[in-house]
């Protein structure tokens, strides 16, 4: 038995917590944050796993978080008081796993 813990950024986190509570699975979100860029993420703990379930949850995370790049403004400055505005491609979404045996596990 496993303990998944997915950290997911905070636009995909509903969508894949919502995907593994449809495929049967009990999920835990904890607010957390990121400790390079100091953003806001989510941590979603997936406990009680079934070994031969493992890959159907990273499946199912994997898919709804995929890595995507998305297009926002930026702007510079030209040195004269003045601001010019161009479109920058970004990294977003994409999520760290990590799986780990589970000893015990109960509901008491
Ligand atoms: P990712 O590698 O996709 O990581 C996203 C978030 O996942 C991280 O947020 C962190 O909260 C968590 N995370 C990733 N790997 C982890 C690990 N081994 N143990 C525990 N938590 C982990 P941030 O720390 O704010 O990092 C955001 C993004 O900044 C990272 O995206 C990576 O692209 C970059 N980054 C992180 N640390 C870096 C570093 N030392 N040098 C250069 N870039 C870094």
């Known amino acids: 038995m496993k303990l998944i813990l997915a950290i997911v950024s905070n636009d995909d986190s509903g969508a894949v917590s919502s995907a593994l509570t449809r495929g049967g699975f009990s999920v835990t979100k904890l607010a ?3 400790g390079f ?3 806001g993420n989510m941590t979603l703990l997936i406990c009680g796993v079934e070994d031969e379930k493992v890959d159907e949850v990273i499946g199912i995370i994997a898919k709804h978080s995929r890595r995507r790049t998305q297009v926002v403004p930026s702007t510079s400055t030209m040195d004269v008081g003045m601001y010019s505005s161009f479109p920058v491609e ?3 979404g994409g999520s760290t796993i990590f799986v780990l045996n589970v000893d015990r596990f109960e509901k008491v």
């Open 32 to 34: 957390t944050t990121g």
């Open 37 to 39: 860029l100091m953003a």
């Open 90 to 92: 970004v990294t977003v």
